[in-house]
């Protein structure tokens, strides 16, 4: 595996759905965007198998881009995976990552046992295949921990870790999850005014443990909230957190994309 080379201030965007129609039907623009603010390569992350074919698809025509194999909870009403399914649809050297999978007891309600019952196949699928975890949770951290745990995904149980997508969690919540091995990864949210707790807990995690990530085509970041994100925004989120820590923009853009390359276990291309 060749290491890493950097020419100058280069941004990765380690979470966005591209194939999302929004964005599909943009794609020069989009890839425009990217190459203009130096966003040198993107994840396009699964959120269910009837669209995988397109996620993979975009993988597989643009060298820049990647992509994750894994079904959302969010998503009721859709085909469940089995872990065998989730085994084989990673084996493709542009699919890095297993995901996103998690719990999210905000957007649902009732008996939500189907949720972790997804959870766990993607964790088992993440330490048979080597791949690392994308983990969505929303007002169930307790849950996410528990279960991560369980299931062995931490490196310090024999898993490969992962990444905290779109983190919005407390300290307590990040520190459980980097004594595992993951990466936090902070999304837009944390350029918000009111994001203060986020805010606060981006100035502690530390760069090292750290990725960026748009969730495009939501969340834009400060100065476009409001509007349909896409990747080439997740270099403001950069600037915003190198104001936030005090440290060069060039650090955070480095020490990111550094994370990027190790978590995901892949060359530069
Ligand atoms: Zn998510
Ligand atoms: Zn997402």
Known sequence: ???????????????????????????????????????????????????????????????????????????????????E?????????????????????????????????????????SRITRKPLIIHTRAASADTIRILQEEGAGTDQGGVAGVMHCFTESLEVAEAAIAMGFYISFSGIVTFKSAKDLQAVARVVPLERMLIETDSPYLAPVPFRGRTNE?????????????????????????TSANFFKLFQFAQP
């Open 231 to 255: 990747p080439g925004y997740v270099m403001h989120i950069a600037e915003y957190i190198a104001t936030l820590k005090d440290v060069p923009l060039a650090e955070v853009a480095r020490q």
């Open 85 to 125: 399914q989730l085994v084989e649809l990673s084996q493709h050297p542009k699919i890095v990552a297993i995901g996103e999978t998690g719990l999210d007891y905000y957007r649902l309600e009732g008996d939500l046992e189907w949720q972790r019952a997804r959870f766990r196949n993607h964790i088992r699928a």
């Open 1 to 83: 595996m060749r290491a890493p080379t950097y020419n100058g201030a280069m941004y990765i965007d380690s979470h966005c759905h591209i194939n999302f129609p929004d964005l599909a039907v943009r794609m020069p623009e989009i890839l425009a965007k990217m190459a203009e603010n130096k966003v040198t390569h993107a994840l396009c992350v699964s959120v269910d198998l009837p669209d995988f074919p397109q996620v993979r698809a975009l993988a597989e025509q643009y060298p820049h881009i990647f992509a994750s194999v894994g079904v959302h909870p969010d998503y009721e009403d859709t085909p469940e995976p089995t872990v």
